[in-house]
């Protein structure tokens, strides 16, 4: 969902199987979980004056040999990704989730692994705020994919609930408000 006035953009992979039935974003228990994270409920997350969610691909990319989403589609990023961002210069902050949103949206600070890089969330937060304030891009959060199959990490890395967690609805409250 574009917007000419969203202050926060949540860039994730792709329309999953559920999403691309329902034609909305994040209809499934991963939105439900990523609206906690953010402290926010359905309407705020669905209104494109406040929020603007663009993928990293922007069409269901269909599924693997094992059941799973593939990777989003190159030619997404390629053809609109740039016009998109260039259209929208009023997000300051970014939550990258996943690794194919990591890596596009800051390829420099994207470490080897996913959770890695997640763990480097103080560097990458402050790194981005003093991007930000050069007018170089907005401040950037990553963050897993809200799903079950995070759990174990989740549980894994209690830092995650207690300290990025608290960080993430602190910048919607105040972007928010």
């Known amino acids: 969902m574009l917007s000419s006035t969203a202050r ?22 991963s ?3 990523l609206r906690d994270w953010m402290g926010i409920g359905e309407e705020v997350f669905y209104d494109p004056a406040k929020l603007a969610i663009i993928p990293m691909g ?16 190159p030619e997404c990023k390629k053809t609109w990704h ?8 009023q997000i300051e902050t970014l939550l990258a989730i996943g690794g194919y949103a990591q890596a596009y949206h800051m390829p420099e600070l994207t470490k080897k692994r996913l959770w890695e890089t997640i763990a480097d969330f103080r560097s ?9 304030a050069k007018g170089l891009g907005p401040r950037v959060l990553p963050l897993p994919h809200p799903s079950w199959r995070n759990n174990a990490h989740i549980k894994k890395h209690p830092w995650f609930e207690n300290e990025l967690l608290p960080l993430l609805k602190e910048e919607v409250s105040r972007l928010l408000s």
């Open 124 to 132: 990458i937060w402050d790194r981005t705020v003093e991007r930000h």
């Open 58 to 73: 922007l069409c269901f990319p269909g599924l693997d040999s094992k059941g799973g989403d593939k990777p989003p589609r």
């Open 31 to 33: 939105g439900d979980r």
């Open 8 to 29: 926060i953009a949540i860039c994730g992979q792709a329309p999953g199987t559920r999403v691309h039935a329902s034609g909305k974003p994040f209809t499934d228990p």
């Open 82 to 89: 740039q016009e998109i961002f260039s259209n929208m210069p």
